[in-house]
């Protein structure tokens, strides 16, 4: 934290890519990206926006105090199969905005139900 400080990196985030890994189809796509402000002055988060229709971004919208935290959710359609990269951007007032967030992964199609008898 004390060297994103020192490049000015005033909402920091605990991840900027985050590896699904392999997933199952249809399984939960939600992750949420955990970030911090560094800075000295409250920040608001302006807009979240995502490159495609496949994630749904959630974020606080009340200001983040100095000091204070708190996280960005992203939710990936599982219902499409194969390899994904997808950015999400961050815009905010902090000094480093916008941010850009990645997730990335596969998913695997759900096999079916072998009936364990």
């Known amino acids: 934290e004390d060297q994103a400080r020192k490049k ?3 909402i920091w985030f605990e991840e900027y890519l985050h590896d699904y890994g392999e997933i199952l189809q249809d399984s ?3 992750w949420s ?3 911090k402000n560094l800075g000295t002055d409250a920040i608001v988060i302006n807009r979240v926006r995502s490159t495609c229709g496949c994630t749904v971004p959630e974020w606080p919208r009340e200001p983040i105090e100095p000091g204070g ?3 960005i959710t992203v939710q990936y359609n599982t219902a499409l199969t ?3 990269l997808k950015s999400v951007y961050v815009y905010s007032t902090a000094a ?3 941010v850009k967030l990645q997730i990335k992964g ?3 199609p759900a096999k079916e139900e072998i009936s364990k008898k």
Do not use: M, R, Y
């Open 106 to 108: 596969k998913v695997a």
């Open 8 to 10: 000015g990196q005033e």
């Open 82 to 84: 194969g390899t994904f």
């Open 33 to 35: 990206f955990l970030f």
């Open 28 to 30: 939960d796509g939600t």
């Open 69 to 71: 935290s708190g996280k």
């Open 96 to 98: 480093n905005s916008p």
